[in-house]
């Protein structure tokens, strides 16, 4: 449900997505998923929003990095040492 600027009220929306292909500042070309949204009523154009068609693929566990200032947490419970 959002705003239709056509009905001045608040609509369903039904949702229509299609590829695009982008050209990156290096030259290689990206391909982005756009979603566009119309009123059920009056079949006004809502939104868009673009989003990119693969997602990032995820960091293997061995070649993470942790953020800057923060240890390993192996190595942060090693460093917890009583002086007793």
Avoid: W
């Avoid at 001045?8 to 229509?16: D, H, L, M, V, W």
């Avoid at 299609?18 to 982005?32: A, E, W, Y």
Wanted: charged share 25%; net charge positive.
């Amino acid at each position: 449900m959002e705003y239709c600027p056509h009905c001045r009220a608040i609509r369903p929306t039904r949702k229509s997505s299609r590829k695009r292909s982008v050209r990156q500042p290096d030259g290689t070309l990206k391909t982005v998923t756009v979603d566009s949204f119309h009123c059920t009523r009056c079949n006004a154009f809502v939104g868009s929003v673009e989003r990119d068609a693969t997602p990032a693929a995820a960091i293997p566990a061995d070649q993470r990095t942790d953020a800057p200032g923060e240890a390993p947490p192996a190595a942060s419970e090693a460093a917890v040492v009583s002086d007793e």
